[in-house]
């Protein structure tokens, strides 16, 4: 989070140095440009927290032991009735987000510029003034991203990445999309629900339980095959 901040401050500090030195008509352009920039920072920072980090190049290297195809897959999870109720937290997430995108652009668009701005325009043209607007402008978005991720933090505490497909190595684990884990594994625990018939990577970070799962026909061999390439107990549940 603290990182986060500071890299969106760091956005913040170069469009306000860019509005100071550009002319004024080019203020249309800047904004969508800053609202492109901030919101791809935090798609991408999510991802990033979210992704299972390794080098596929490593793992690739290895002998490939086991193959769970993607309409394998597929067709379990949409079995597994227990699953939608697992996603719930991440659909009220989405729709966090969106109600974020929504007031920000609320703000950049026809708050801002109808209620804001000229009150700073009619204090002249003055540098201080100037900064201020700007620190104005684009704060107000990053305190409302800022919200809304503290917001839903609270409505989730456990957050399922369910894998479409995987290859077990061994030296690792590939799964689509973006799971890519070493042997021996660190890090993470391992559970397996034959019941279910799935294999899950688990690991907790800033208090949510971030789950990586694959659905397999045989949950109980590819825990088997995870214990013994990547020394690691793997957990049975119910």
């Known amino acids: 989070m603290l990182r986060s901040l500071a890299i969106g401050q760091g956005i913040i500090f170069l469009f306000i140095v860019i509005n100071l030195f550009v002319p004024q008509e080019y203020y249309q352009i800047i904004m969508p440009a800053y609202f492109i920039v901030f919101m791809a920072f935090i798609f991408l920072s999510t991802m990033r927290r979210y992704k299972g980090g390794s080098d596929i190049k490593d793992i690739v290297s290895g002998k490939k032991v086991l193959t769970i195809k993607q309409d394998e897959a597929m067709n379990l999870q949409m079995k597994d009735q227990e699953l939608i109720s697992e996603l719930k937290p991440l659909f009220k997430v989405s729709m966090t987000s969106i109600i974020s995108l929504v007031l920000v652009l ?22 201080i003034m100037r900064v201020v607007s700007f620190l104005v402008l684009y704060e107000i978005p990053a305190v409302i991203s800022l919200t809304m991720q503290i917001g839903s933090r609270k409505l989730i505490k456990k957050y399922v990445n369910v894998l479409r497909s995987a290859e077990v190595y061994t030296t690792g684990i590939i799964g689509n999309p973006g799971f890519t884990l070493k042997f021996p594994i660190q890090g993470y625990s391992v559970r397996f ?8 990577f688990v690991k907790l970070e800033g208090g949510v339980e971030i789950i990586f799962r694959v659905y397999t026909s045989d949950a109980e061999r590819l825990a088997e095959v995870i214990s013994r390439y990547g020394k690691v107990r793997a957990d049975k549940v119910a």
């Open 106 to 127: 609320i703000w950049f668009y026809m708050i801002y510029p109808g209620l804001v701005r000229p009150h700073f325009n009619a204090a002249g043209g003055e540098l």
């Open 193 to 200: 629900c034959p019941t279910r018939n799935f294999v899950e």
